[in-house]
């Protein structure tokens, strides 16, 4: 199954989130899971950026762990802010 927009070439974590963008909505995280991702890069001594292609290219990362990593990635390409609720 392609999880790819075919407008923006973005890989859809959750299909049609990129509609859901473009529309005016916004990307709510939860407060339990916020940060986790950057603690991960800091404790790696990277960027977030840096952290997350490490993730995305290491055939041992957990699933969870690629999501996150996937989502550092296309957040950095949206004009949207990602809301922290």
Excluded at 37 to 47: C, D, I, P, Y
Excluded at 54 to 80: C, G, H, S, Y
């Amino acid at each position: 199954m392609d999880l790819k927009d075919k407008n923006t070439g973005l890989d859809n974590l959750v299909p049609g989130y990129i509609n859901i963008l473009k529309s005016g909505g916004t990307i709510h995280i939860k407060k339990k899971n916020r940060g986790k991702f950057t603690e991960s890069a800091k404790r790696a001594g990277k960027s977030v950026q840096e952290h997350a292609k490490d993730v995305m290219n290491n055939p041992n990362a957990t699933p969870l762990q690629k999501k996150r990593a996937n989502f550092a990635i296309q957040a950095k390409k949206m004009k949207e802010k990602v809301i922290c609720d």
